[in-house]
């Protein structure tokens, strides 16, 4: 009989860090920039797949928009977590400016984040993130109990318990719901269809973010970031916008701020490093 995973609500406590929730790499010095384009910046410069820019969720290109796990604008929060060592003491001192609070998703997936629809946990044993689809809706079906492409060992890897504290967020929306109402999901823990359809892993398990030197490029390999026309809002630190005057994301506000993927000198390094493959 396969092997398989039982969800289990994890125990936890206000007092102390989370024991296996620790960053999975060593926690990176992070007295750099602290703006929202160095967050964005950070976030092109990991969710990107075989030189394009995707949603980690679904894998889609299009309407892409930026994910905060931890509310953006719960800074008061954010400082509590920080002195119980939720979140590294060397962390932003901000939640929108931290990269490992972030993530890229797409128009169909970020909304259903950020309305607690379905949690991401981090799974020790595998070394992966999966989704749980915790309000069990149809369309999150084929989503659920899959790793989504989020690799634990990059140096801007997404905080485990920054997903554990969404986690607490969703069940307390669907309270009626209960692990028991959630299939069991088997093991080892697989990634989601689209990443191994387009074989993004490579042979030591870590993902392909530039297009191998023995494989012909193509425009489609270069980084698709859409772009709408952002709306200043109060608190604006000037970091957003393109080079010339070109639209840079939209800040709203709220639970994880939709934006589309600006440009940026680091965005046309990376596509220019994408022409010629790393």
Known sequence: MPKTFKLERIKWSTRSALPG???????????????TAAFYDSLYSRDVFRGILRCVICGGQNALQHCY???????????????????????KSKPRYEPRNGF????NCRP???????FIRY???SDKYFLVNWSQKKSLKRLHGKAIALDPEHRSAVLPSLFLAHEERTRGKY?????????PIPLPIQYQDWIVKDQLVDENGRFQQFVPQSEPTSSSSEPQRPQKKRK?????????GGPGGSPGPSDRGGRGSASGVKQS?????????ARIGA
């Not at 929730?21 to 703006?35: I, Y």
Request: one cysteine or more.
């Open 69 to 91: 796990v931890f509310p953006e604008t719960e800074d008061e929060l954010w400082a509590e977590f920080q002195r119980i060592d939720w979140i590294p003491k060397n962390a």
């Open 175 to 183: 309270l009626t719901i209960r692990d028991n109402n959630m299939a």
């Open 112 to 118: 259903r984040f950020d309305d607690y629809h379905f």
């Open 104 to 107: 890229i998703g797409c128009e």
């Open 265 to 273: 000198k680091f965005g046309r390094a990376l596509k220019d490093r």
């Open 232 to 240: 200043r809002s109060k608190g604006d630190d000037g970091g957003h």
């Open 21 to 35: 929730f620790e960053p999975r790499v060593p926690v990176p010095s992070q007295s750099g920039s602290s703006t």
């Open 123 to 125: 799974h020790k044993e």
